[in-house]
């Protein structure tokens, strides 16, 4: 009989497998202990993170005054003793479920933290319940919160555990007149995050982002990343722009969208009176709108195409009672009607003000403020901008033909340079700059919100 080529393993060598096993077994079990400490301290760390937003909550509305645990009610008198969830009756702590009182009731917080390790209040035990317990003690301006891991205070006495800041500042995010809720955010001094996304809104209105004041220009978009560079606490402000602007021209009903320029935070309507759509491009002859003669209100003269009728009578009034183009000279001072005297165009309420309601003309300065924001100071720069505003042309107070479109771009303000004339913006290819012109001239016409 033939004899098996294979051998069992030796005593020896089971013996040294087993130990091998054995020491792996320990690295691993060492390991998951370690990472459950770990984990552990890590939340309770959030929990003092939590609970010191609400300590700050609660005093800001409470006259800068914290839960007392003073006998007595706290204050002045009595004696200071400390709360804790998990209490050392040898060590003097008072064993309570609301350790720090009014936080939870008065909304501050959701809930107090228990111990990861699940620990009891407990009045008599001395050992382990001592080692993790969370501790708050307070004479109601000072206050001193712990949990043997992490240790904040107001008091500069206290110490012991790892320390971290006094106050974790937050980040409110006002509604600013629209609806809903976006959660309140926390942020160390000097730590970076995204903003919390946006959940309000407003009938009527687009949200454009946040701002540091109530009427302020965005500072932030939706979603931002933002340094919490102070130590105090912070409030953003929805800033909202009207979403679409329903109103009647030229007898018919029109919706025009609205754009906000991020650097001067004025918010403009997106085309130009009488065009039927956003510019594509600056020569984009749908976009051009119509031709305005400066300070008379949208009575159909001012319609590019065909031409409503001209005329070479003057008007003696500021509403002249028919739709016709009317022609001047540079001998009669290039007006069509009366001195205009500085009213017309001026604000929501002047006389024969074309812009919807809550919108007007700008005024020179604010023109101005919009070329400083371009890329180029030029057609290019006008087209890109928000405005996109575009190479629309003029027609002629002489004759009254359509003259330079696709060359150049015209639109008035609302600045009075006196009886003769008023200030425009024009630019080309080369150039953008504000100059005066005859009143009866035909220029665009841009509105901007009051």
Not at 38 to 52: F, P, Q
Not at 198 to 221: D, I
Not at 370 to 394: N, P, R
Request: hydrophobic share 30%; charged share 15%.
């Amino acid at each position: 009989m033939s004899k098996s080529k294979y051998r069992g393993f030796t005593l020896i060598e089971i013996l040294i497998v087993i130990a091998i096993i054995g020491i792996l077994a320990t690295i691993i079990i060492v390991f998951l202990n370690s990472a459950r400490v770990s984990a552990k301290n890590s939340e309770r760390t959030t929990d003092v993170r939590t609970i010191k937003t609400g300590l700050e909550m609660y005093a800001n509305d409470h006259g800068g005054n914290y839960p007392s645990t003073m006998t007595g009610g706290g204050g002045g008198g009595g004696t200071r003793q400390t709360y804790g969830l998990n209490p050392c009756a040898s060590t003097g702590i008072v064993g309570r479920t609301d350790w720090i009182p009014g936080i939870v009731s008065g909304g501050y917080i959701s809930k107090l933290p228990s111990d990861p390790d699940g620990l009891a209040i407990n009045t008599t035990d001395t050992t382990a319940g001592c080692n993790n317990t969370y501790m708050y003690t307070s004479d109601g301006k000072n206050y001193t919160l712990s949990n043997n891991i992490v240790t904040v205070s107001s008091d500069p006495t206290s110490g012991g555990g790892t320390s971290l800041p006094l106050f974790v500042p937050y980040i409110t995010f006002d509604r600013n007149g629209g609806t809903g809720d976006t959660s309140t955010q926390t942020l160390d001094t000097g730590q970076t995050a995204n903003l919390n996304p946006n959940t309000y809104s407003r009938t009527g209105y687009t949200f454009s982002g946040w701002s540091t004041s109530s009427s302020g220009l965005v500072s932030y978009a939706d979603g931002a990343s933002y340094t919490m560079t102070g130590s105090s606490n912070v409030t953003l402000y929805a800033v909202w722009i009207r979403s679409g602007i329903t109103f009647v021209y030229n007898g018919s009903s029109v919706t025009y969208g609205t754009v906000q320029n991020p650097v001067t935070g004025k918010v403009w309507l997106d085309r130009n009176l009488g065009a039927t759509r956003v510019a594509l491009s600056a020569t984009d002859s749908a976009a051009y709108g119509d031709v305005f003669q400066w300070g008379r209100a949208a009575d159909g003269h001012q319609i590019r195409v065909p031409l409503s009728g001209a005329t070479d009578v003057t008007s003696d009034s500021w509403v002249p009672g028919h739709s016709k183009f009317i022609l001047a000279s540079m001998y009669s001072y290039g007006n069509w009607g009366p001195e205009p005297s500085g009213v017309l165009w001026q604000g929501v309420s002047g006389p024969n003000n074309p812009c919807p309601t809550g919108f007007r003309l700008p005024t020179e300065a604010e023109l101005t403020s919009e070329i400083s924001s371009w890329d180029s100071q030029d057609s290019a720069g006008a087209f890109g901008s928000v405005l996109k505003l575009t190479l629309a042309g003029q027609r002629l107070y002489e004759g009254g033909s359509l003259f330079s479109e696709g060359s150049w771009g015209e639109y008035w303000t609302s600045t009075y340079d006196g009886n003769w004339a008023a200030r425009h913006l024009e630019f080309n290819s080369s150039s953008a700059i504000m100059n005066s012109h005859y009143h009866a001239i035909g220029f665009s016409v841009r509105c901007i919100m009051d």
